[in-house]
């Protein structure tokens, strides 16, 4: 489905030339992540939170013409092919760490920050180290994306804003899909947040919770996008409603 830029502006509060640069960039060619993809942007989280993201680095102190930077930007794409090649099984994880840092060399602005990164990712299961990783370890499965900070002269005080608001971001789209996923998950015995905190009404408490939680977080930079994920609480409601109603016995 067609985003525009304008949607991104008004219902998320991106910037408009950030808006519009990704919303109007050509798919990239030979790239697992855009692969069957007609446009850049789509109503994906994985694609909505590209601009989203660089729309918070851009709001703590980051210039435009450094993070639409076009060295920059293939990076990140390159970094997609190689997570999603990841995330499909066609890479291993180690495989997907040394590409990404292949493409990095030469290019690493903070190389504490990048180290302390790189052993972060490097963990089986990822959990919270240094400043990155939430618990459960579900939740930090797009962390690799946070390679791109490594590419980008940040300060020690824009990087912990970086990650804050990564954590606020991120998360609460993987929270919101497993919300609306939560019964086809637990049919197929798919890895669900929401499954790992209980039952309908323990998860979906915890889930709403955090995402409250994040709103509050993501209101200190932006307040129009906590605005627009707090918009579907009521349909996220309804939808427990509706499981819990489901899992009562029968008369």
């Not at 919303?23 to 993809?37: T, Y």
């Not at 729309?55 to 970094?79: N, S, V």
């Not at 946070?146 to 608001?165: H, I, S």
Request: glycine residues 4%; charged residues 25%.
């Amino acid at each position: 489905m067609f985003i525009s830029a304008n949607q991104l502006h008004r219902e998320m509060g991106v910037d408009l030339t950030i808006a519009r640069f990704f919303v109007d960039r050509a798919v990239p060619q030979d790239n697992s992540f855009w692969e069957g993809k007609l446009l850049y942007i789509s109503f994906g989280n994985g694609y909505l939170s590209i601009p989203v993201y660089y729309d918070l680095l851009h709001r703590i102190g980051m210039p435009l013409d450094l993070l639409l930077a076009e060295d920059h930007i293939l990076f990140t794409e390159k970094l997609m092919h190689h997570a999603i090649e990841q995330e499909r099984k066609k890479i291993t994880k180690n495989e997907e760490q040394i590409a990404i840092r292949d493409l990095l060399k030469g290019r690493i602005k903070n190389p504490d920050w990048y180290l302390s990164l790189c052993n972060y990712l490097d963990q089986g299961i990822l959990k919270p180290m240094h400043a990155f990783g939430l618990e459960p370890p579900s939740l930090n499965r797009a962390d690799v994306f946070l390679y791109v900070l490594c590419d980008l002269p940040l300060n020690e005080k824009q990087w912990k804003l970086a990650v804050r608001y990564w954590y606020a971001l991120h998360p609460t789209y993987l929270v919101m899909d497993d919300l609306r996923d939560y019964e086809k998950d637990r049919e197929r015995g798919e890895d669900n947040v929401v499954l790992e905190w209980g039952d309908v009404s323990g998860g979906f408490k915890r889930a709403m919770d955090m995402i409250r939680a994040n709103c509050e977080i993501l209101s200190e930079v932006n307040s129009r996008l906590a605005e627009f994920f707090l918009s579907y609480e009521e349909d996220l409601i309804s939808t427990q409603w509706h499981l819990i109603n489901s899992a009562l016995p029968k008369e």
